[in-house]
């Protein structure tokens, strides 16, 4: 049987299928947190855009805000034109600091809306903010309605999509194993077979 050697590709092979699937699952996490990145930043324009909406330029009492960030599940902030927080459903507007200079803030000055993914200084959490930008009657910035959520729940299914990725990763290469153990089995008995019949047919 030494013309006959398919074992010495055996370890080779389950290393190569174990290798492949990791990084597949590897990869396919990765577009996975980015598609529901995606997905957020949608969620968030569209709910901001209500709550400017709701909102308008007049005033902004802050029963109404936080009843907003309720129904939306999301921190609302309403901005000046300047940086100056005019309400804030979780804290008080004349104790924070100017949000001129806020990546969101900017983008939705110049484009109308903006995103920004950072941590947050008050709560110390992962955010993803977005803010759109109110015009008022002349058509000039007349405030900017801005809202933030967790990207927590981003983590979380792709977390768990990793974690079932590499629960099956070692099922997946244990039955290629075992199916290509047989398929080896099976190989070598058939040529083993013919090989005989093929020596008592030359006599």
């Known amino acids: 049987m030494k013309n006959l050697s398919p074992w010495k590709y055996f370890f080779a092979c389950i290393f190569l299928l174990a290798l492949a699937?990791?990084?597949?699952?590897?990869?396919?996490?990765q577009k996975l947190e980015q598609n529901l990145q995606v997905l957020l930043e949608e969620e968030n324009l569209r709910a901001a855009e209500l709550a400017a909406r709701i909102l308008g330029l007049g005033d902004a009492p802050p029963a109404v805000v936080k009843e907003l960030a309720g129904l939306s599940d999301a921190r609302v902030t309403v901005i000046a034109p300047d940086g100056k927080v005019l309400a804030d459903s979780e804290g008080d507007p004349g104790s924070?600091?100017?949000?001129?200079?806020?990546?969101e803030i900017q983008a939705a000055a110049a484009a109308g809306w903006g995103h920004a993914i950072r941590t947050s200084a008050t709560i110390g959490t992962e955010m993803l903010y977005t803010a759109v930008r109110l015009d008022d009657a002349a058509g000039k910035p007349g405030r900017f309605v801005r809202l933030a959520r967790t990207i927590r729940r981003v983590h979380e299914v792709t977390l768990s999509f990793s974690e079932l990725v590499w629960t099956a990763v070692p099922l997946v290469v244990l039955l290629?194993?075992?199916?290509?153990?047989?398929?080896?089995?099976?190989?070598?008995?058939?040529?083993?077979?013919w090989h005989g019949q093929s020596s008592f047919g030359n006599r």
């Open 96 to 103: 924070m600091e100017n949000h001129a200079d806020r990546p």
């Open 176 to 193: 290629g194993a075992l199916a290509f153990y047989f398929f080896i089995e099976l190989t070598i008995a058939s040529y083993q077979n």
């Open 21 to 29: 699937l990791a990084l597949g699952g590897f990869f396919f996490s």
